[in-house]
């Protein structure tokens, strides 16, 4: 493939957490260490908003509904708040014990779930509560739980909002389901798919299967009902992030060396890597970051991807022509 061009976004202070793009790809949301979050055209790479958080508090996490009217952010600073995309107001806040992990809207933009970490002698919540009740601020959660052994790193809706997919601290992948009645999250499933730490995970567009990310050094896909392992890239570097494209066979994976350790090697190994998916072999690498890439997302339509790194930097590319007469050649990659 050829050598990509990236527009490279920067406001940010400290390391990015998370980004995102709305449905539509017209828009880029980013989160960092420092706070405002931040909205950005992907045309140009223009910053065309922040979102106030009124504190200095580190933002991991953010979710954009399916009409881009809301935005939601989680904090270290142990809320989670609801944003006027538009405008960038902040509609409403929710306190909770601890930082919030997680968050993300269900498929229809009427529920949201979040997740928050041990801290103390609090233990991990996960809870789900409806649109309706965050504006209103009557914060009576559809379902909560508390997570007892192993910290919540990474979390997603499942097939047709009807449970949701966690990876965590311990290398696990679970899957809840929501009691209404009972106003309780179960566990139903848990399967150790790595031997370290999640540290992302991504669904498929029809949500049938799971991409997760680990410290262990791989990527796995697996079914979302039954947490089964179908295909495992290895790669040789901790990996923080990873995409799935809508248009390919393939996926983008980030991560490298701890930030602490990047100048003390020769080699930090840092770039973006892309694996076919099928036949999991690399096919292509992207330099650009200056320290490790903590996040990654592929355009909707597949035909560009974002990544954000520690050091406090986004880089967003367009996949040349070349990319799409690229046929993957098993036997040449084989040798």
Known sequence: MAMMKALMLISHE???TQIKYNLDGDLLFSVSKSPPAMVWRTDTGMRIGTYEIGEKAS?????INNDTTRLVTGSAGNTIRLWDCETGACLQTVTTQTSVRTCEFSSDGQTIFYTTDAQRKQSPELAILTLKQFEDGAFDYIAQTHITDSKVTAAKWGPFDQNIITGHEDGSLRFYQADISAKRVQVLK?????????TDLKMTDDKLFCLSASKDFT????????LETVKTLTTDRPVNAAAISSLRNHVI?????EAKDVTTTQYAKIEARIFHLVYEQEIGRV???FGPINTL????DGRGYSSGGEDG???MHKFPESYYDFEFDRFKFDK
């Open 14 to 16: 400290r390391s990015i």
């Open 59 to 63: 933002i991991y996490c953010l979710d």
């Open 190 to 198: 848990s399967e150790p798919i790595h031997k370290r730490a999640v």
């Open 219 to 226: 990527v796995k896909l697996s079914t979302s009902d039954t």
């Open 253 to 257: 994976l980030g991560g490298g060396q």
């Open 287 to 289: 330099k650009g970051h």
């Open 297 to 300: 997302a592929f355009q909707p």
């Open 313 to 315: 930097v986004i880089r």
